[in-house]
């Protein structure tokens, strides 16, 4: 009876095993036991990959020889990329290649300019060897992602560099799967969103915000709006730079359009001057009113008329006479343009680098029910306001090193507001014109809107000497990359997000790093524990077993 019993239970086992193994690849799971869940891939992040129509190539140029911090993001793309292909169920494919891998020297430069100008700029490698020894080397934290005929590089070693190489390394690795995704999602579907980029009062115009049109352009259908009454079927609006009145027409349909749902970037300057002056003397600055201003207030915030000044300084160039027959000129210190590295968590700015800013108006709140505010931008430690009007000269260049005239911190100058809200005209007539009848009073549906103390964000300058238009993502004058554009399009994709896939940008890696000065007080120990232990171990295994057998034996 009793075999009877056994036999039926190991077959029992068996045949569970078999259907198990039958079964197993209709069933896909996976746990991720890691604290901060690395290998937990965001929702909008996974729709997108299990719906991927074609197949998606990924090259990643980060091989080769490198650092440990390097090995670290490598490996870290490596992951990433091995939980992409799973969720695309075969769709995606990558591989590593080391650009330095040439046998010629000619077809190296060649394929390493290649990506270049594909957007996979170099970056030196500097490393020290066991012995003290150095080493420098080139290489391209980036990859190449191909779809269906279309190419886009892309740079995957970003994060603040005032920060330490090793913590820009692990804000790098924290936002590997948005950067990939976002690109993915760009090359794989079709444009469907609507951006309305409105025009009439003395906005930038398109070529003098260039870059940031053509990124536009790259991922939505955009169209350049002069009648605010066509606006309610955009899925966002952009207001960059106005310098003269809305209607009040205009106002309400901008109103409606908000308490119906709609999305807004207002980019905006509260005071203007002429800047040509300022070397001549100085010039007169003074606010002025666009009439959104009461609008801007029912939704929370008030941008004031004033100007901020910080010692996180860029540079101007002035004219300080001749030199022979050629004009002198200087780099001097400016106030009044500033690098904001000062960021909150949200993810449309965390990890950011640099945003580069000029004559920015610092943005207040007030008390609005419905609405939650966020700051995402704040100035340095070591700054300050001027009300305005006021006047504005060279002379403010000789205080830019006196710290105690900076004693206002971290002045917030750009705002994300999101929630619903009463209308402007819940409580009285709409303009003349305006069917009462139509009017929205209370939200329908919740709005988001990023409100900017700063128009120059977006504007590309033209260089004074061969008169090309300046990169909003280069700084010249320091030779320091910038973030302007990665902070407007990221805002842009905040907007019109529904899937939620820019909340990857919210993944947090852990950082741990060792004790160096530990490490090396006691690297001579752990060797010996690490080495002499298991050799003990054994010899120690090795002798109580003869002596259990020679025991056993001799009895």
Do not use: C
């Amino acid at each position: 009876m009793r075999k009877w019993e056994d036999l039926l239970t190991f077959s029992a086992i068996l045949f569970l095993f078999i259907f198990l193994n039958i079964h197993s690849d209709k069933v896909f799971f996976r746990w991720d036991l890691t604290e901060e869940k690395r290998f937990t891939i965001n929702p909008a992040t996974e729709r997108l990959l299990e719906n991927l129509p074609d197949q998606v190539s990924i090259d990643v140029y980060l091989d080769g020889p490198l650092n440990a911090e390097f090995e670290h993001l490598k490996l870290a793309i490596l992951e990433t990329l091995e939980e992409f292909k799973v969720q695309s169920n075969g769709q995606l494919d990558f591989r590593f290649i080391d650009p330095n891998d040439f046998a010629d020297t000619r077809q190296k430069q060649q394929f390493q300019n290649s990506l270049i100008k594909k957007g996979i700029p170099q970056t030196t490698l500097f490393d020290v060897g066991p012995n003290g020894e150095q080493t420098q080397r080139l290489i391209y934290p980036g990859a190449l992602i191909s779809y269906k005929g279309k190419q886009k590089g892309i740079l995957l070693l970003k994060g603040n560099k005032a920060k330490s190489a090793q913590e820009q390394i692990n804000q790098s690795i924290e936002g590997v799967e948005y950067e990939l995704a976002s690109v993915i999602q760009e090359l794989v579907e079709a444009k469907s969103k609507r951006v309305g980029i409105v025009q009439g009062h003395q906005e930038l115009f398109p070529s003098e915000m260039k870059e940031f049109t053509e990124a536009l352009e790259n991922k939505y259908i955009v169209n350049w709006v002069t009648d605010l009454s066509t606006i309610k079927n955009f899925d966002a609006l952009v207001v960059a730079q106005p310098k003269t009145k809305f209607s009040n027409k205009e106002k309400y349909f901008i109103d409606q359009y908000l308490v119906d749902g709609g999305n807004a970037l207002f980019l905006l300057d509260k005071v203007q001057m002429n800047k040509d002056s300022i070397p001549l003397g100085g010039t007169y600055a003074f606010g002025y009113d666009l009439n959104i201003e009461d609008l801007l207030f029912r939704l929370g915030v008030r941008p004031n008329i004033d100007l901020i000044q910080d010692q996180q300084v860029g540079l101007i160039e002035i004219v300080a006479g001749n030199f022979g027959d050629k004009a002198n000129i200087k780099k001097l210190p400016w106030p009044y343009n500033i690098y904001l590295n000062t960021f909150s968590e949200h993810p449309i700015v965390r990890n950011m680098d640099v945003v580069y800013g000029r004559f920015i108006t610092s943005l207040d709140t007030v008390k609005s029910i419905g609405i939650k505010k966020e700051p995402l931008i704040f100035t340095s430690n070591y700054s300050r306001k001027r009300a305005m009007p006021n006047i504005v000269s060279l002379d403010e260049i000789k205080e830019v090193n006196k710290k105690e005239l900076f004693n206002q911190p971290n002045i917030p100058i750009a705002y994300l507001l999101e929630g619903t809200f009463k209308s402007l005209y819940a409580n009285r007539f709409p303009p003349k014109g305006i069917d009462k009848k139509s009017l929205i009073k209370s939200s329908t549906k919740p709005t988001k809107v990023i409100i900017v103390g700063d128009g120059d964000i977006a504007k590309n300058e033209i260089n004074p000497i061969n008169k090309q238009l300046e990169s909003i993502e280069f700084d010249r004058h320091r030779g320091q990359s910038l973030s302007n554009l990665e902070f407007l399009m990221n805002s842009m994709n905040y907007l019109t997000d529904q899937d939620g896939l820019i909340m990857a940008r919210n993944k947090k890696v852990t950082l741990r790093p060792l004790d160096n000065f530990k490490i090396r007080e006691e690297k001579a120990m752990w060797q010996w524990i690490n080495v002499g232990i298991p050799v003990l171990l054994t010899v120690l295994f090795g002798g109580i077993f003869i002596y259990l057998r020679k025991r056993k034996y001799e009895i």
